[in-house]
């Protein structure tokens, strides 16, 4: 059994929302939102830095929530699917993602409407090749990606019209 | 503080290895010391004809930076290593230190004339990074010492360079990656680095490759004695990627086609290299 060890306090906002907890240092960052936040939209899929499926923002950068220690966003705003959709509407992203049936299980889809975050938020109108790049981390078992460049496209498109 | 800590200490910069290593129990360090809260770790400077990295650097700042659109083959890395989450996290310093023979940086700067300062409380030292790595995961670093800059000497005008990887997919380490860095004078190749990833403990210096090139114009008959030396040079292990022949004969293919833009880029050309996916 691994020995216990002492707390340590850190703060964090999350979705615009502050919150100060009291974490274990090797609890990883997806544990925190998923077992102590109840934000249990950030799925893990491979737990291995392979899949993709826990990518959330950091400072407005994708980063696998799985692969960070949780007192390693001491002071950082984490973005999720969460926080996505305002006042009860959803985001562009997410209704591009339905509209295109960019989904099927959804399994993937938080964290592939954060990567495509990340990229629309600089570039509404992606290439196939830059949509590629910035997906590359993001692994779909189900769609065969096709729909998903699709919803992308069209995200960027919704985003740059809104 | 990590002589306090002692030898059971291991620094985190980005986390990217490290962290899965501790996920599967290959690391099992009693404590860590996380470098991403110390200020000004971080930077890419140009000076005195040198391009300067902080240690901390992270690959996507590298991809993004106006140096890397200058200096192509860093590009080539920074924008080719695993996926845009781990770019995001990973650092320079920490792939340089952690010292996996299927680690990009290390292949790429060792065609380049580059030096790694490093910093222990004792002293403040600069190893060139052909001394630095000793073996698979290990550097001359002391338990107490740490890579606190890592400086690539431009190269001369009439000098390109490419750095090619093939890849399963995005996440995961190449099967095997080539670098290749060309002075040429006319259509003479003055000078040749080839070194090669993934294909022995540490990276591959191809030096008799260097010498089949150097000195003479690069037509089909030259590289095809490159790539004979190349597939002698490199010594793969067989794996769940592939077996050995197979790794030799890739790693022949991928200089062939580094050359060739190394040749392009030589000349000024701008060409957009992404690496090969399976």
């Known amino acids: 059994m691994p020995e216990p060890v ?84 959803l985001h562009p992203i997410q209704k591009a993602f339905g509209d295109s049936y960019g989904l099927q299980c959804g399994y993937c889809t938080p964290g592939l409407m954060l990567s495509t975050l990340q990229l629309i938020t600089k570039n509404h109108e992606p290439s196939e090749t830059e949509i590629r790049k910035a997906i590359a981390g993001n692994t779909c078992r189900c769609t065969g990606y096709q729909n998903i460049f699709k919803a992308i496209r069209l995200a960027g498109h919704n985003l740059k019209g809104a | 503080m990590l002589g306090q800590l002692g030898d059971e200490a291991k620094l985190l910069a980005g ?58 083959i860093l590009h080539d890395c ?53 001394d630095f790595i000793t073996d698979a995961y290990s550097t001359v ?30 996440p995961v380490y190449p099967t095997v990656s080539a670098a290749v860095q060309l002075t040429m004078k006319e259509d003479v190749c003055q000078h040749a680095s080839i070194v090669l990833g993934c294909v022995g403990l540490v990276p591959v210096r191809a030096q008799e490759a260097d010498e089949a090139l150097r000195g003479r114009k690069i037509d089909d008959k030259v590289i095809a004695t490159a790539m004979d030396a190349v597939r002698t040079a490199v010594d793969p292990q067989p794996d769940m990627r592939g077996s050995a022949e197979y790794k030799r004969t890739l790693a022949a293919a991928l200089v062939k086609r580094a050359i060739s833009i190394a040749m392009l880029r030589a000349r000024g050309e701008r060409v957009e290299v992404s690496h090969i996916y399976a």
Request: charged share 25%.
């Open chain 1, 6 to 89: 002492d707390k340590v306090s850190i703060q964090l906002k999350v979705n615009g929302k502050p919150y100060a907890v009291s974490v274990e240092p090797r609890m990883l960052l997806v544990e925190l939102l998923r077992e102590e936040l109840d934000l249990t939209g950030t799925h893990v899929g491979c737990d291995t830095t392979y899949c993709g499926a826990c990518t959330v923002l950091m400072n407005g950068a994708t980063v696998k929530s799985c692969t960070m220690f949780a007192v390693q966003a001491d002071g950082a705003e984490i973005q999720t699917v969460e926080g996505l959709e305002k006042d009860g509407q």
């Open chain 2, 15 to 72: 986390g990217q290895s490290l962290i899965p290593l501790m996920k599967l129990r290959f690391a099992n360090p009693r404590h860590l010391v996380d470098l991403n809260f110390v200020a000004g770790t971080s930077y890419i400077q140009e000076d005195n004809g040198a391009v300067k990295f902080g240690a901390l650097t992270r690959h996507s700042e590298i991809e993004n930076s106006p140096i890397s659109q200058r200096f192509p």
């Open chain 2, 78 to 130: 920074a924008a080719g290593i695993a996926d845009v989450q781990i770019r995001n996290r990973g650092t320079i310093g920490g792939s340089l230190a952690e010292a996996d023979p299927s680690g990009d940086w290390a292949t790429v700067l060792l065609t380049q004339k580059t030096d790694i300062r490093c910093l222990s409380p004792r002293q403040e030292r600069t190893v060139p990074l052909s």
């Open chain 2, 141 to 170: 670093l002391e338990h107490d010492e740490l890579v606190r800059e890592i400086v690539v000497k431009r190269p001369d005008k009439g000098s390109g360079g490419a750095y090619l990887a093939f890849k399963r997919s995005a």
